[in-house]
């Protein structure tokens, strides 16, 4: 009888399901995602899966990657396509970008500061005939680099100032290899298994200054930008739509040890998930301060 009955309730819950689905309602337990946008970069994945720890285990908030090119993050935020980017480098970085968007996004503050892009070679190298990136004009530097400056991916904010670089620089004969953060790391790691010289556009916080020596050449031009803040920004129907969430994120904090501990960590388990949920775990004071409304 019970066996019986059971069946009929279940048959009755999945005809409501299918009719819900039919005419646009979600089930009860299916909350709308947070749509966070994402890049392969050590920095964003740290900062965005420590967020979706806490958004999906704390607030009982779904979170849903998004995964784009710098550029189209900013535009899907200012669009309402995306809800947030947490990612953002002000005031040199992703300048263009933030120029030509910001009165279409909100932003929810700077999640942690001492950003910094610049050009690296490993230790290595001798200071005496490279330390600075005037020095890339010696033609026997230039001939040990093979006249090459390995780069990221195309269009990012690093790779704008980069070209600004070898132009203000008149690094002539010079070549800026577009590439992909993977593309670059690889370069480093062969050039390192041979003792080899290569220069690398290379950022701050980035586990690779754990795994390797390497230091920064000076810029005495500064094209390459001072210290960055790392903002949120989210979408003008955020606040609206997630709240919570919003609250959140404006409590949101950590510092440049805290995203190299954890780009380290998710780099060497290749699982940036788990190191998320392990940070998270050990900082109890953090996800305190983050949870406050």
Do not use: C
Request: glycine share 8%.
């Amino acid at each position: 009888m019970k066996s019986g009955l059971l069946k009929s309730l279940l048959a009755k819950l999945a005809i409501s399901t299918v009719v819900a689905v039919r005419i646009g309602v979600a089930p009860a337990m299916a909350a709308e995602p947070v749509k966070v946008a994402v890049t392969n970069w050590a920095d964003v994945l740290a900062v965005a899966n420590v967020a979706k720890y806490v958004l999906e285990n704390n607030l009982n908030q779904p979170v849903q990657f998004v995964q784009a090119d710098i550029g189209i993050q900013y535009q899907g935020v200012a669009r309402g396509d995306l809800d947030i980017m947490v990612g953002g480098w002000l005031p040199v970085t992703h300048a263009t970008y933030y120029a030509r968007y910001k009165n279409d996004m909100d932003d929810v503050g700077v999640i942690y500061t001492g950003g910094k892009n610049g050009w690296a070679v490993p230790a290595y190298v001798p200071e005496s005939e490279l330390s600075s990136i005037t020095d890339l004009n010696k033609p026997e530097v230039k001939s040990k680099l093979n006249a090459t400056i390995q780069g990221i991916e195309p269009g990012g904010g690093l790779m704008q100032a980069s070209e600004k670089t070898v132009k203000a620089y008149n690094l002539a004969g010079y070549n800026l290899q577009a590439s992909s953060e993977a593309g670059m790391l690889a370069a480093v790691s062969r050039a390192y298994q041979s003792n080899q010289w290569v220069v690398a556009t290379v950022w701050s916080p980035h586990w690779l200054f754990q795994k390797w020596k390497m230091r920064y050449l000076k810029d005495p031009k500064g094209t390459l930008g001072g210290e960055e803040h790392i903002h949120a920004f989210a979408s003008k129907q955020f606040a609206t739509k997630f709240p919570r969430v919003n609250v959140f994120f404006k409590h949101f904090k950590l510092t440049l040890a805290d995203v190299e501990a954890i780009e380290f960590d998710g780099n060497t388990s290749n699982d940036y998930a788990a190191a998320a949920k392990k940070f998270v775990n050990a900082h109890p004071e953090k996800l305190k301060a983050w949870l406050q409304q």
